[in-house]
């Protein structure tokens, strides 16, 4: 069974910075794209960034210039730099592969997906 796992969340100031982790198990992400979304509570899912295989990306205009998603090939991981962090950027951040490689925002072309991890941005 494909797992993706999260890490990398947890609690920082305003104006600081995380990065997120994505690594597959028993699969890799060879001509995939794979994206981010996150959920603040009571919120519906929404779109972050994705990266396709090509390396093409594409992020949400609400975090454009802050955060960048990356691609390790040789350790099967993506990820998401995410700088300037503001409270409203609190929320369970989660990573999906498209094995269509679509490079889609939309959350049902996606595959597989991971359990998330919090990221809680104090004021």
């Known amino acids: 069974q494909v797992q993706l796992v999260e890490s990398g969340g947890g609690l920082v100031q305003a104006g600081g910075s995380l990065r997120l982790s994505c690594a597959a198990s028993r699969r890799t992400f060879s001509g995939n794209a794979v994206g981010w979304f996150r959920q603040a509570p009571e919120k519906e899912r929404e779109f972050v960034a994705v990266i396709m295989w090509s390396g093409i990306t594409a992020y949400a205009d609400s975090v454009k210039g802050r955060f960048t998603i990356s691609r390790d090939n040789a350790k099967n991981t993506v990820y998401l730099q995410m700088n300037s962090l503001r409270p409203e950027d609190t929320a369970v951040y989660y990573c999906?592969?498209?094995?269509?490689?679509?490079?889609?925002?939309?959350?049902?072309?996606?595959?597989?997906w991971g359990q998330g991890t919090r990221v809680t941005v104090s004021s």
């Open positions: 999906a592969a498209d094995i269509g490689d679509l490079g889609t925002f939309r959350a049902d072309a996606y595959d597989y």
